[in-house]
């Protein structure tokens, strides 16, 4: 019971005015209300199972990350020959010979003429990281297949870029060769990486026999050269199968040519040399700018997961 501090009158503590002179109770005087706590609400911790959370999904973000930077290829198979300066690897028939920067002057000497001049030039100048030939006793040339390495990276292979390279290639070809014509230029897969293949053919004046000079005898024992031999030179139909394979931070150029009446012969190993090309460090995924966007959402997104992380075992501690 309470009594009204108006009139005097006594009256249960339920009501909220005074039955006699309808005085209104101040708030103090009525019972306060009840909420439920947590622990009624439910057993669950929220700070445990926001942790939780938190944890799994920065696995799952730190998962993406490593799946996005590491690129696998194909197994390299038994027998390749393996560049571990700039990362691929090749497999062409065990009789071919393997022509390195380091080796070629050599082979030069003993091939002579079935030593193509672009070749012997581009491994003195080393922008040839390696090449392979099947060398031809009876022939005046012999089929090869050479690998260029470009340092940096190659952007994103669409129609644009196509035509560019197949305008770059062209005219590169039509400075070296006779008649030259790009016969075919197409997206291709090596190693499921997305390149270009190019086939062109033309024409390359090699010297198969050099000038000598000619000695006439003036007094026992002396001579003097009056003049040379002609040197004599050949014309050979080419045909070239060129295929660029982006990889990281470089792009592969990996060239078959032969002679045109070759190529029928020769067009298997070309091709089986190329199925068995792989690419040991591997471009990005999705192309560099959309992969570094990814990176950096992805580490982003990461970051801020594991400082809420963290918030929720220090709330977790002070308890």
């Known amino acids: 019971m309470k009594i009204c501090p108006r009139c005097g009158q006594e009256q249960p503590d339920a009501f909220s005015q005074c039955l006699k002179c309808r005085h209104i109770f101040s708030p103090a005087n009525v019972p306060p209300l009840s909420y439920p706590t947590a622990s009624s609400a439910g057993s669950g911790n929220p700070s445990l199972l926001a942790l939780a959370g938190s944890l799994v999904a920065a696995l799952a973000l730190a998962g993406a990350l490593w799946w996005l930077n590491t690129t696998e290829g194909t197994t390299v198979l038994a027998g390749s020959y393996t560049n571990d300066e700039h990362h691929f690897a090749v497999l062409t028939p065990s009789r071919w010979t393997t022509l390195t920067p380091e080796n070629y002057q050599e082979l030069f000497e003993k091939l002579g003429s079935r030593f193509p001049p672009q070749l ?7 922008r040839i990281a390696v090449g392979f030939m099947d060398i031809l006793e009876q022939e005046d040339f012999s089929p090869s297949i050479n690998i260029v390495v470009v340092l940096g990276d190659v952007p994103d292979l669409d129609e644009s870029q196509k035509r560019e390279a197949t305008e770059t290639l062209s005219a590169e070809f039509a400075r070296m060769l006779d008649n030259y014509k790009m016969e ?6 090596v190693d499921g990486i997305t390149g270009l293949r190019f086939v062109s053919t033309g024409s390359m004046r090699i010297q198969t026999v050099e000038s000598q000079p000619i000695y006439k005898e003036t007094i026992a024992g002396w001579r003097t050269v009056t003049g040379h031999t002609p040197a004599e030179w050949k014309d050979f139909q080419m045909r070239f199968v060129q295929t660029l ?3 990281k931070g470089r792009a592969y150029i990996i060239t078959a040519s032969s002679l045109e009446s070759q190529y029928a012969q020769y067009r298997p190993q070309f091709e089986n040399a190329l199925r068995s090309f792989r690419v040991l460090e591997r471009p990005p995924r999705f192309g560099s700018f959309f992969n570094r966007v990814l990176q950096f959402g992805f580490a982003g997104a990461l970051v801020y997961l594991l400082f809420f992380a963290g918030s929720a075992v220090l709330v977790l501690l002070n308890r």
């Open 245 to 247: 394979v982006p990889g």
């Open 120 to 126: 012997q030039q581009g491994l003195a100048q080393r």
């Open 184 to 189: 075919e230029s197409e997206f291709t897969a």
